[in-house]
């Protein structure tokens, strides 16, 4: 089994930064693509940004300029660095990871979510 914990989440004022976080722990043999989510109030959850092992990284045109995604491969760690934050940022942002589990289970897991509010 393959958990993943977000942090960082916040209130912040537009304009601002906003960095996210999500640790995966548990029975990994091997991460191969992580991301983050988002779903605002009444939509549905969509993809905000991804990246694979070897750092590939692609990301929703609405983000693109503004957020960056990275990862730490020794941390089984991935990243979220949000600028210039609008109030259309605010969502519940989720974590995603897949990859191969000890004894060659494959994995699909997410995590619980962070709250990220822009708002003055």
């Known amino acids: 089994q393959v958990q993943l914990v977000e942090s960082g989440g916040g209130l912040v004022q537009p304009g601002g930064p906003l960095r996210l976080s999500c640790v995966a722990s548990?029975?990994?043999?091997?991460?191969?693509?992580m991301g983050w989510y988002r779903q605002a109030p009444g939509k549905q959850r969509e993809l905000v940004a991804g990246?694979?092992?070897?750092?590939?990284?692609n990301y929703a045109d609405s983000v693109k300029g503004r957020f960056t995604i990275s990862r730490d491969n020794a941390k089984n760690t991935v990243y979220l660095q949000m600028n210039s934050l609008k109030p259309e940022d605010t969502a519940v942002y989720y974590c995603?990871?897949?990859?191969?589990?000890?004894?060659?289970?494959?994995?699909?897991?997410w995590g619980r979510g962070t709250q990220v509010t822009v708002s003055s």
């Open positions: 548990g029975s990994i043999f091997s991460i191969y693509g």
């Open positions: 995603n990871a897949e990859g191969l589990a000890l004894g060659d289970y494959p994995f699909d897991s």
């Open positions: 990246i694979t092992r070897g750092g590939r990284t």
